[in-house]
């Protein structure tokens, strides 16, 4: 029995991390995520949008950004509304004011509690799950710094690229010193 047991536990292990592994030909974005104290701090989007600058899909954007917190038990107003710093190019450009709740919760999720890599994988595919068009996409990862400083790492990828590490360029709002190392080592590779 506990040769069985422990064969159907290590079974499903292996399955889980197969579905786990990124699909070949995906897209991986992975960085350094540093826990910044402060009000404002720790919100970040990380989304794809077509050449025509249409948001194609976004992979994750932090809960509190998208939307908001209520400390007294009321509905939430979305934290972006209130500090307009708060991943203000993902705002924009998704439209997020157009988003319902139960959109936003396709791909928001808990700032993380602690500092570490943080990955995500795109799959040229759009929100809906349905694949993209061959073409030209750009990717990025936008976080806001202690309510004021914002850092941008964007650059692009084709769709059926060969596999390779990706240029990433950066750019700042406000460059806040002490605030630089929340997002760092920003790593964009399509893999294999």
């Given at each position: 029995m506990t040769k069985v047991l422990s064969f159907l536990m290590a079974c499903a292990a292996a399955v889980l991390m197969a579905s786990?592994?990124?699909k070949p030909g995906s897209l991986e974005i992975s960085f350094n995520y540093t826990k910044q104290a402060g009000p404002g701090s720790?919100?970040?989007?990380?989304?794809?949008?077509?050449?025509?600058?249409?948001?194609?899909?976004?992979?994750?954007?932090?809960?509190?950004?998208a939307k908001g917190r209520s400390r007294d038990g009321s509905k939430?107003?979305?934290?972006?509304?209130?500090?307009?710093?708060?991943?203000?190019?993902?705002?924009?450009?998704?439209?997020?004011?157009?988003?319902?709740?139960?959109?936003?919760?396709?791909?928001?999720?808990?700032?993380?509690?602690?500092?570490?890599?943080?990955t995500f994988t795109w799959?040229?595919?759009?929100?809906?799950?349905?694949?993209?068009?061959?073409?030209?996409?750009?990717?990025?990862?936008?976080?806001?710094?202690n309510g004021a400083s914002v850092v941008t790492h964007t650059g692009?990828?084709?769709?059926?690229?060969?596999?390779?590490?990706?240029?990433?360029e950066v750019s700042y709002t406000a460059a806040s010193e002490d605030r630089k190392g929340m997002i760092s080592e920003v790593r964009v590779r399509k893999m294999k």
């Open positions: 786990c592994a990124p720790n919100q970040y989007a990380v989304w794809i949008e077509n050449a025509e600058g249409q948001v194609v899909k976004t992979l994750f954007v932090t809960e509190f950004a939430p107003q979305r934290g972006y509304t209130y500090r307009t710093s708060c991943v203000p190019t993902w705002v924009k450009h998704v439209g997020a004011d157009n988003l319902t709740d139960e959109q936003m919760d396709a791909f928001t999720g808990a700032t993380p509690a602690e500092s570490g890599v943080q799959d040229f595919t759009d929100q809906a799950g349905a694949p993209v068009a061959k073409g030209t996409y750009r990717f990025y990862v936008e976080a806001t710094y692009t990828v084709a769709y059926g690229a060969a596999a390779a590490d990706l240029p990433v």
